[in-house]
């Protein structure tokens, strides 16, 4: 797979082995791709399939058995816990399919949690507003719906200025039309912030918003799309 685009990240080989001897666990396979800085990923393959643990170790919170995985030309795989750490601050935002607030912070104070490791923190009004909820901003998690909830995830790991956004299951504990406002809210902001986006789904439909489609099964990528035609969110038919 070659592109002509400048890369975000690039990996070689890359594999993960949990365990030892004959009950070892293969959660990747010896994979290989490129991301082009800017895109919007989506990751689809049943439980198992090796996505999370390929997001981890991209997101630089797990390490691989084997190979090499690039972040714009540095090898996450050769850095320290301290150079991980510094990148994870530096470059990574993180959603997950359960949203971590803090229940006794509002929303605006939840989102401020991230300017004591960002070097330069958006405004916690600023990121709510990008994710529609300016207006809930004094509202405390038990005050918001699961959608609103998660959109404050959204803001609070944008609000570090991440260069990657990597989501886990954004939608997951959602229904389907709070799960469409929650995408739509992470096509926008990957639109507006240019941040590169990967987003991990079993949701098979949400691959239509999507710049381009990796396919994982037992731990090894089977096939890449690229969508000449992005969806909106509110067009996908579930």
């Given at each position: ?202 949701a098979a439909a949400t691959a239509a918003i999507a710049d381009r489609v990796l396919h994982l099964a037992d731990g090894a990528l089977r096939k890449v799309e690229v969508n000449a ?10």
């Amino acid at each position: 797979m070659t592109n002509d685009k400048p890369l975000a990240f690039r990996t070689r080989g890359l594999s993960k082995v949990y365990g030892e001897g004959a009950t070892a666990v293969h959660a990747l396979r010896g994979v290989d791709l490129e991301i082009p800085k800017g895109e919007l990923i989506v990751l689809l393959g049943p439980s198992g399939s090796g996505k999370s643990t390929l997001l981890n170790i991209l997101g630089g919170i797990d390490r691989a058995s084997s190979g090499a995985a690039f972040f714009e030309g540095d090898d996450l795989c050769a850095m320290s816990d301290r150079r991980l750490t510094q990148y994870r601050r530096r470059h990574v935002g993180f959603v997950f399919q359960f949203y971590n607030l803090m229940p006794s912070l509002t929303a605006a104070e939840n989102v401020e949690l991230v300017a004591e490791i960002a070097e330069t923190p958006m405004k916690a009004i600023d990121a709510l507003d990008m994710v529609g909820l300016k207006d809930r901003a004094h509202h405390f998690p038990s005050e918001l719906s699961g959608g609103e909830q998660q959109r404050v995830a959204i803001a609070r790991a944008i609000a570090k200025r991440p260069s990657v956004l990597f989501c886990d299951e954004p939608t997951g504990a959602l229904d389907i039309k709070t799960g469409v406002g929650v995408l739509k809210a992470l096509q926008t902001l990957n639109r507006s912030i240019g941040a590169t986006t990967l987003i991990i789904t079993h949701a098979a439909a949400t691959a239509a918003i999507a710049d381009r489609v990796l396919h994982l099964a037992d731990g090894a990528l089977r096939k890449v799309e690229v969508n000449a035609v992005k969806k909106s969110p509110e067009d996908l038919v579930w």
